[in-house]
């Protein structure tokens, strides 16, 4: 049906930028809503911000002015460009979107499989 690639973890130091991307493709009608969640080792999974149909962005509080997220329509592809980071963000990080698939009634939501920040101090 639908498949979600990611890329772009890996480590960083304090203070250092990270690109995530996260490309869907398959059997798609439109792509509602993406965006990115993190989970800490130990902890819950938790939003850290998502990108609607018109553009309109959400961030947890925690990534505000740090983290930006955008999309590319054209390729089903979002981004999460993370500036000034810290070790408290090191996480798995995991794209997620909203799609209506070709012959669904509703909207599907699907998970990548995840890609790990780690930021040393």
């Known amino acids: 049906q639908v498949q979600l690639v990611e890329s772009g973890g890996g480590v960083a130091q304090a203070g250092g930028s990270l690109r995530l991307s996260c490309a869907a493709s398959g059997s798609i009608r439109s792509v509602n809503v993406m965006g990115w969640y993190r989970q800490a080792p130990g902890k819950q999974r938790e939003l850290v911000a998502v990108i609607g149909n018109g553009g309109r962005t959400n961030y947890a509080d925690s990534v505000k002015g740090r983290f930006t997220i955008s999309k590319d329509n054209t390729n089903n592809t979002v981004y999460l460009s993370m500036n000034n980071l810290k070790p408290e963000d090191t996480a798995v990080y995991y794209c997620?979107?909203?799609?209506?698939?070709?012959?669904?009634?509703?909207?599907?939501?699907?998970w990548g499989k995840g890609t790990l920040v780690t930021v040393s101090s």
């Open positions: 997620n979107t909203r799609i209506s698939v070709l012959g669904y009634p509703a909207p599907l939501d699907y």
